[in-house]
C-alpha cells in the first residue's frame, strides 16, 4: 500500500515538473518577436466572445487576413489581466518585474497601463525629459481612425477601441474619452477607398454618404470644393490633455512613480537598475534605441482651438483638413509638413494654409473665436517598431528591451494596442495573437538626419501640395 502511494507521488511530481519546463520553454520561444515567426500552434485556443459587442470586434480581428492569428482579446475587456498561463507571470521577482519606461506621451502611459493589467504585480517608473505640458501628447484631439491598414495597425486600433468604448461606458468624458460621428469628404473618391478597409469594421456606422447628403438642399457640407464622395462613421476622440492626465491618475494609484531626467540612451535605464525597459519615446525614440534615428522622419502639424461648441461632427476633407470636435473645444487643422521639424511657434502662413483649405467645406467655423493654437512634430517612421531584443549595457548589465515608438499621426488610435503588444513582449507572455503579422524590422539606421524648416517649406510652394 505504501509503495503504491509513493508511486503515485512521484508520478504526480514528473507530470508537474514536465508541465513547468513546458510552460518555461514556450515563454521563452514566445517571447521572442521575430519577423520569421510562423503562426504557432498554441496551447491555449484563442478565447472566444458571446455576446454581441464583442461578436462586432472578434469579427473585425477575423477579417484582419485570410488565415488570421489566434486572437485572444480579455475577455473582460481590457482592465482584466490576459491570463494564458504564462508562467513568467507566476515565477518572475519583485527585481525582475522593476520595469523602466520611456515616455508618459499617450504611448508610454497605455503601455503602463497594459503591462499592469497583464500583470499587476509590476513595479513601474516612467521617466520623462520634459513636462506633460511641453509634449506632443497633450496638445491633440485624438480621433479614432486608422491611416495606413496593416494588419497589424488593424489588431492595434481594434484592441485600441474596445479599451476606448470601456472607458465611455464606465467613466464617459471624465477618462477624456469622447463618444463621437463625423464626416470625411473628398473631391476623389479613390482617396476615400482604403477607409473602410482600414478600420470599417472597427468603429461603427460606418457607410457611404448619399449623393443627396453631399449635394442635396439638406448637404451639410459647403460647396466650395468640388465633393464628390463622403464617408461617415462613430468612433472616439480621446483627447491628450484628459486622456494622458486621467491614465497618469490610475497609474499613480497603482503605484507607479515617474521621474523627470533626460536619457541620453535606454541604456540608462538598465544602468538605473531595470532589467526590463519599454523604449516609448516617441519622435526620439529612434535616437535612444541607438540604431534608428535615421528611420525617424518629423511630420509637423498644427491645430487652432475653437470656441465652436455647437460643432457636434467631426468634418475632414481627405486628411489633412479637418475638424474634430472634443469634449469643450473643437480643434481645426492642420498641415502634414513630412521632413519639417519646426518651428515650434505657428506661422502666419500655417493660419492662412489652413483656413484657405477648411473654410468652403463650412465657412461657419470662421466665424467662431479662437482660443489657442498647438504645434507639434508627427513621429513619423515607415511602420511602428514594436520590437524586443536583449542588449548589454557598456558595464555588462543586461537587460531586456521593447521598443514601442513611431506612431506618426495615429498614436491615440493605436496606443492602447501596441502597448499591449509591447506589454505581452516586455512580460514574456505568449505572443500568438501577433505571430505571422508582425511586419519585418526595418534596416539599422542610426544616422540622425537634418530636417528643413516650415518657412522653407512655405517658401518652396510645397503647402499647396497637401490637401
Ligand atoms: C497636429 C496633429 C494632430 C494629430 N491628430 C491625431 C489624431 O486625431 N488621432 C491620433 O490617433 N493621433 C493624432 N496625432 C498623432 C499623435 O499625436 C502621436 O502619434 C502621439 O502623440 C505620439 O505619442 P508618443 O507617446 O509616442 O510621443 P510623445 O507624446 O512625444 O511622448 C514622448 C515622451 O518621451 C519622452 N522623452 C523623449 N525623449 C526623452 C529623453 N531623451 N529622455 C527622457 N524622456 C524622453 C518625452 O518627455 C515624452 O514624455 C496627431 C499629431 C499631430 C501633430
Not at 513546458?22 to 472566444?48: C, L
Not at 499613480?252 to 525597459?277: C, M, N, R, Y
Not at 518629423?298 to 461648441?309: E, T, W
Request: aromatic fraction near 8%; charged fraction near 25%; hydrophobic fraction near 35%.
Amino acid at each position: 500500500m505504501v509503495i503504491k502511494w509513493s508511486l503515485a507521488r512521484i508520478l504526480f511530481l514528473s507530470i508537474i515538473g514536465l508541465t513547468i519546463a513546458t510552460s518555461i520553454h514556450g515563454k521563452i520561444v514566445h517571447s521572442r518577436n521575430s519577423p520569421n515567426n510562423k503562426p504557432s500552434e498554441s496551447s491555449h485556443p484563442a478565447k472566444s466572445y458571446s455576446d454581441s459587442r464583442h461578436g462586432r470586434i472578434a469579427r473585425s480581428a477575423e477579417s484582419i487576413s485570410a488565415n488570421p492569428p489566434a486572437i485572444a482579446l480579455p475577455e473582460s475587456g481590457p482592465a482584466g489581466p490576459v491570463s494564458d498561463g504564462s508562467s513568467s507571470l507566476v515565477t518572475a521577482t519583485e527585481q525582475e518585474l522593476n520595469i523602466g519606461i520611456v515616455g508618459e506621451g499617450v504611448v508610454g502611459l497605455s503601455t503602463a497601463t497594459a503591462i499592469l493589467e497583464l500583470n499587476p504585480k509590476a513595479k513601474i517608473t516612467i521617466y520623462h525629459d520634459k513636462p506633460f505640458e511641453e509634449i506632443l501628447s497633450r496638445g491633440i484631439a485624438g480621433l479614432f481612425r486608422v491611416d495606413d491598414g496593416s494588419d497589424i495597425n488593424k489588431l492595434y486600433g481594434n484592441d485600441t477601441f474596445v479599451r476606448l468604448a470601456q472607458l465611455w461606458r464606465e467613466y464617459g468624458g471624465l477618462s477624456g474619452v469622447q463618444l463621437l460621428s463625423g464626416h470625411i469628404v473628398s473631391t476623389d473618391k479613390r482617396k476615400l477607398n482604403d477607409q473602410e478597409g482600414n478600420y470599417g469594421k472597427i468603429v461603427t456606422n460606418f457607410r457611404w454618404l448619399k449623393d443627396e447628403e453631399l449635394h442635396g438642399v439638406n448637404s451639410v457640407f459647403g460647396y466650395g470644393p468640388n465633393i464628390t464622395a463622403g464617408i461617415h462613421y462613430t468612433a472616439f476622440t480621446s483627447e491628450g490633455i484628459r486622456y494622458c492626465p486621467f491614465m497618469k491618475q490610475q497609474l499613480l494609484a497603482k503605484g507607479v512613480k515617474f521621474v523627470q531626467k533626460k536619457l541620453a540612451s535606454v541604456d540608462d535605464l538598465a544602468e538605473e537598475g531595470h532589467p526590463i525597459v519599454v523604449n516609448c519615446g516617441g519622435f526620439n525614440g529612434g535616437e535612444l534605441a541607438g540604431d534608428d534615428a535615421g528611420n525617424m522622419i518629423p511630420i509637423r502639424g498644427v491645430l487652432l482651438k475653437m470656441d465652436a461648441s455647437w460643432h457636434k461632427h467631426f468634418l475632414y476633407l481627405d486628411y489633412t483638413t479637418i475638424t474634430i470636435p472634443t469634449i469643450d473645444t473643437v480643434y481645426v487643422g492642420t498641415v502634414k509638413q513630412e521632413g519639417v521639424d519646426g518651428p515650434m511657434h505657428i506661422l502666419p502662413e500655417d493660419v492662412e494654409d489652413v483656413w484657405r483649405r477648411y473654410e468652403p467645406i463650412q465657412p461657419a467655423l470662421r466665424r467662431a473665436r479662437q482660443i489657442g493654437h498647438f504645434v507639434g512634430i508627427r513621429p513619423g517612421r515607415k511602420q511602428i517598431r514594436v520590437e524586443a531584443e536583449d542588449r548589454t549595457t557598456k558595464s555588462g548589465k543586461k537587460y531586456r528591451l521593447v521598443h514601442n515608438y513611431g506612431h506618426g499621426g495615429n498614436g491615440f488610435t493605436l496606443a492602447y494596442g501596441s502597448g499591449l503588444h509591447a506589454a505581452h513582449l516586455a512580460l514574456g507572455v505568449k505572443t500568438d495573437r501577433y505571430d505571422g503579422i508582425v511586419p519585418s524590422p526595418l534596416l539599422k539606421d542610426p544616422v540622425k538626419k537634418t530636417w528643413k524648416k516650415a518657412e522653407e517649406f512655405y517658401k518652396e510652394g510645397l503647402n499647396l501640395k497637401s490637401g
